[in-house]
């Protein structure tokens, strides 16, 4: 007795190919042969190739959206939970991202991953503005770092640069060469479980600065904070700081999750390092903004900078973070 044909069935049959080709080789013809029928069976399910791609998105995805907190988790362990179910099931099918959504509108499942997310930025102490930009920034920065790893994946210990890299080094300049030759050790210890892993960090890092300076209606600071994780120094690397005061590459990885996003219109902004390093020296010192060393640039672009970061609570965040740090 022939077994009647379902949705789910097209949708395993349907990531099947999007698992040997990609979404390039998805199209009804391929889908009804492997299943062996007629691509006209497939439309009594689905309306066309577009809201088959919705329904393997929501196949793919609805895990993430899906899975229940576990009892008595911190919101920050649940947030970091979020981002490591991303992480998995868009690394087990690479094509996931680019059913995430189109130009117009998000797929239904991923709205229902994100409200996941935000379920757990919901218990946060954060008021609505800065649930809001987390959820953002969250969000984005884990599909964007997991989607270049299962695109381009870091190489992997003893294979620092990768095959297609080794061979375009066979004609490159001996000083190209060189450069590469450099850090082929070093890159072996950047791989992607270190990227994402940076990536988790500076995320608690950053719930962290956000909730440490939220506060009640009684104008006390909230205890529920996650705890500040442990800096990662990527091993070998010597701190560039080389001015005694200045930041070091610790201290600067730590505070710089703290920072705003720049501001990509008019001119570029000033190196917020650099800066950060002026305003620090004029705070150690008590130097008058004109007598600031002119290698950390003008003294304008510091007042400016300063204004900005103590009036929308930066300079406070960073400080405190550094402080704490010390």
Same mark, same amino acid.
């Given at each position: ?14 990531? =099947?190919? @999007? ?5 390039? =080789?998805?199209?009804?013809? =391929? ?9 006209? /069976? ?29 009892? !008595? @988790?911190?919101?920050?362990? /649940? ?75 870091? =190489? ?11 061979? /375009? ?49 009684? !104008? ?45 219109? !008019? ?7 650099? $800066? ?9 010192? !008590? ?6 060393? /002119? ?22 965040? $960073? ?8």
């Amino acid at each position: 007795m022939k077994t009647r044909l379902g949705l789910r069935d097209i949708v395993l049959a349907a990531r =099947a190919v @999007l698992a040997e080709g990609g979404v390039p =080789a998805l199209t009804m013809a =391929a889908v009804a042969r492997r299943l062996g029928v007629t691509p006209m /069976a497939l439309y009594r399910h689905v309306d066309g190739r577009d809201e088959l791609l919705a329904a393997v998105a929501d196949s793919v995805l609805e895990d993430v959206g899906a899975a229940a907190a576990e009892p !008595g @988790l911190p919101w920050w362990d /649940a947030v970091e939970s979020w981002m490591r179910d991303v992480r998995h099931r868009i690394v087990e099918s690479p094509w996931t991202a680019q059913l995430i959504g189109t130009p117009t509108q998000i797929a239904p499942a991923w709205v229902a991953a994100l409200d996941r997310l935000l379920a757990a930025l919901e218990r946060a102490p954060l008021d609505d503005d800065a649930r809001a930009g987390a959820l953002t920034w969250i969000a984005r920065t884990t599909v964007g770092i997991v989607l270049l790893e299962a695109k381009s994946p870091l =190489a992997h210990a003893g294979r620092a640069v990768g095959a297609p890299l080794e061979a /375009a080094l066979e004609t490159a300049s001996p000083e190209m060469a060189a450069r590469w030759a450099r850090i082929e050790r070093p890159l072996e210890r950047h791989g992607d479980d270190y990227l994402f892993e940076d990536l988790v960090r500076q995320t608690r890092a950053r719930l962290h600065a956000a909730a440490r300076f939220e506060k009640h209606e009684d !104008g006390t600071a909230t205890p529920e904070v996650p705890e500040v994780p442990e800096v990662p120094e990527a091993p070998g690397i010597p701190d560039s700081s080389d001015t005694p005061g200045d930041l070091t590459d610790a201290q600067w990885h730590l505070i710089r999750v703290l920072l705003p996003p720049p501001d990509h219109r !008019g001119a570029a902004p000033a190196d917020d390092r650099r $800066v950060l390093n002026g305003l620090r020296y004029r705070e150690r010192t !008590g130097a008058s903004w004109r007598d600031i060393p /002119a290698r950390y640039g003008r003294w304008q672009t510091l007042y400016g900078r300063h204004r900005k970061w103590a009036a929308d609570g930066t300079w406070s965040r $960073v400080s405190e973070a550094l402080a704490g740090r010390e």
